[in-house]
């Protein structure tokens, strides 16, 4: 039996503003698509906070026993300065000031993307599709949406007819925006608009005579609208219908909208049954974004290279700090804040460390059952690290009453302890025990193997073999030394 069957998973669907049991479409697994980066420039901190809670909730979904099909797409083309469908393509006019090719810029700022997730643990999704290997697909769609008469061609470009899609569907639904009122309230175009509306997005734009990145279509050499890419991979992998949609909160309009539109008018059906959304980091009491220079690179919080904090914090303490909070509410970034996370994290970690030296008793002195269920009972109420990062300080107190042997656990009690808390630490959480380096570790318990065989062949007055034991060691910069407590050992 999967732990899911025990454990009834809640989530909050930001579509029906109202948490919900969850529900696979197919019973034991579970298809999500989180939108991914537009690799023009170095990943931020706030970027990090959105995928890490996707990350968190991969991690729980794959504890619970779902099998998961992961996808989170790289944006790197199509993705326009601005949201009215105006404007230079980002990478391209990253790709323009560095006088690179735009393909230099997507593959300097993916290879930064994946290295930072790695520094912090992120698992890997199951596929990572790119928008410039899927033109084929978007094209396709755009034909089928402009073959139900819900697109429009102007002069090369073809735009989703929002008012036109409003009349059947709800444009809006997810965001709360009233598309009537919008329409009312909005002066006409300016005339140098292609669009019949101010509402209509881009699927598919004709490309000036300076844009790089084009593809050619029945319409024009050009590009698709940023939208689309997210509605032909979503759909390619997980399905017309799949189970969870995530991103940014930001990423809800126009972005989520126009994807629900598209989708509904290509296939006819609800494309998401959950959609989540990551909320924003605060610094300096502004939302952390790249336009607005508003921003702290996880590199440089690393390093330490960083006017805001003066030092650095490892990759493990910056990702406790971000799980502190729920993946829905505001989070402040602050040196303070993360000084205090930093403490968090070490004492937990040292506690946990020490988990393996307990002896068990004869009877249980603590309620382990109870605490196991709600580290679960937090997870399973969408998600909630900071409640479940409670329960493990309450285990750290546990671990420290059965040292000093104040409590005690049967040695069945004790091994549920410990894989549970295993289980959260390092499955769930992700976190790493970046204190102690597991090489030397593995190194110290091979260096001791050759001690207890030296031992053998001293005992046994094998001299010549104890003697060629400790020179070659030796000469690996490995010196033995032998004292009255048995033999020790140093690296020079
Ligand atoms: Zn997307």
Redo the contacts with the bound molecule.
Sequence with gaps: MEIYQTNQLRIYNSLSKSKEDFTPIVPGKVGM????PTVYSNVHLGNVRTFLSFDLIYRYLKHLGYKVRYVR?I?DAGHLENDADEGEDRIAKKARLEEIEPMEVVQRYTVDFHQVLQRMNFLPPSIEPTATGHIVEQVEIVKAIIAKGLAYVVNGSVYFDVIKYNKEEAYGELSGRDIEAAVHQTRSLDGQSEKKNPQDFALWKKADDRHIMRWPSPWSDGFPG??L??TAM?TKYLGETFDI?G?GMD?KFP??EC?IAQSKAYKGVEPVRYWMHANMLILNGQKMAKSTGNYILPNELFSGENQLLGRGFSPSTVRFFILQAHYRSVLDFTGPGLEASEKGYVKLMEAFSKIDSIASGDKDTLDIKRWKQQCYAAMNDDFNSPVLIAQLFEAVKYINLLLDQQATLTAATLADFTSTLTVFVLDVLGLQDERKDKRSDTLSGVVDILIDLRNEARDNKDWALSDKIRDQLATLGVQLKDGKEGTTFSLQ
């Design positions: 698509y989180v939108c991914g797409n944006t940023w939208h890419e997210c979503s949609h991103g990423l972005h989520h994807e």
